[in-house]
C-alpha cells in the first residue's frame, strides 16, 4: 500500500536559521513526489515537485527537497527560515503502478513555526 | 494560471438542509477533479474522484447518496451535501487536474468551511 510519513507535527526554528522537514514515502514503482503548504482556513499550494531527474528540486519561495531512493525520502529544506514560512506543510506522493496511480496520497502534515 | 475557486468560502446551514459547494478551474480544463475534506489539525482525506462527463469513484467509507458530486463541464465541479448533520462540518477542498502543469500537477481551490447546526 502506498503512503507517506511525516514524522514531526512540529517543527520550531529560529528566523534566520536552516529548515528541514521531513517526509518518506513507500510506494510501488516510480513515485511523483510534491511539497504544499496550507495557511490558516486556505487551500493548499504547490511548492515543489519530483517527477525525474535531478535529485534536488528547487521551488517556490526558496524551497528545495532532495529525492532519496535508497532512504525513500523527500525531505524539505530552506537556507534561511522567515517568519512568513510559519504555516503547515504537506507532502504528498502520487504513484505510478500499483492500481492507485490517479490519487495523492498525503502526509499528515508538519507545523512549521518559525520564532523571530 | 493554473486557478481553482470554490464558492461559497464558508456556509452555516441548519441540520437536515442540503449544500452545494461549487469548484471552477478558471483558466485551464479540468479533466479530473478531486474533493477532501480536512478536519482541524489533520491532513486531507480525499472523498471521490471525478472526470468529466463520468460517474464520481468514491473512497472506501464516503456515502455516494450523500456527498453528490457532478462534474458537468471542464471547468466546474459540484458537491452537493444532503441532509447535513453537525458531523458533516468540516473545510472542504477541491483539486483539479488537467492539461496544466502536464497533468502531473494537482491545484487547489482555497477550500470552503461548512458548519452545520
Known amino acids: 500500500a502506498q503512503s507517506v510519513a511525516q514524522p514531526e507535527d512540529q517543527v520550531n526554528v529560529a528566523e534566520g536559521n536552516p529548515l528541514t522537514v521531513k517526509c518518506t514515502y513507500s510506494v510501488s514503482g516510480n513515485p511523483y513526489l510534491f511539497w504544499y503548504v496550507q495557511y490558516p482556513n486556505r487551500g493548499l499550494q504547490f511548492l515543489l515537485k519530483y517527477i525525474t531527474g535531478d535529485n534536488l528540486v528547487k521551488g517556490s519561495y526558496g524551497f528545495e527537497a532532495e529525492f532519496n531512493k535508497s532512504q525513500t525520502s523527500f525531505h524539505l529544506k530552506k537556507p534561511s527560515a522567515l517568519v512568513s514560512d510559519s504555516a503547515l506543510y504537506f507532502c504528498?506522493?502520487?504513484?505510478?503502478?500499483?492500481?492507485?496511480?490517479?490519487?495523492?496520497?498525503f502526509g499528515t502534515g508538519t507545523l512549521l513555526a518559525v520564532q523571530p | 494560471g493554473a486557478v481553482v475557486s470554490q464558492h461559497p468560502s464558508r456556509v452555516i446551514c441548519k441540520s437536515g438542509t442540503s449544500v452545494k459547494i461549487e469548484c471552477r478551474s478558471l483558466d485551464f480544463q479540468a479533466t479530473t477533479m478531486f474533493w477532501y475534506r480536512q478536519f482541524p489539525k489533520q491532513s486531507l482525506m480525499l472523498m471521490a474522484t471525478?472526470?468529466?462527463?463520468?460517474?464520481?469513484?468514491?473512497e472506501q467509507g464516503v456515502e455516494k447518496d450523500k456527498f453528490l458530486i457532478n462534474h458537468a463541464s471542464l471547468t466546474l465541479s459540484t458537491l452537493t451535501v444532503t441532509s447535513a448533520h453537525p458531523e458533516d462540518s468540516s473545510f472542504y477542498i477541491c483539486?483539479?487536474?488537467?492539461?496544466?502543469?502536464?497533468?502531473?500537477?494537482?491545484?487547489f481551490g482555497p477550500g470552503t468551511r461548512l458548519t452545520v447546526t
Open positions: 471525478s472526470n468529466e462527463g463520468s460517474k464520481a469513484t468514491y
Open positions: 504528498a506522493v502520487r504513484a505510478l503502478a500499483g492500481g492507485a496511480t490517479n490519487k495523492l496520497i
Open positions: 483539486s483539479a487536474r488537467g492539461l496544466a502543469g502536464g497533468l502531473y500537477e494537482q491545484y
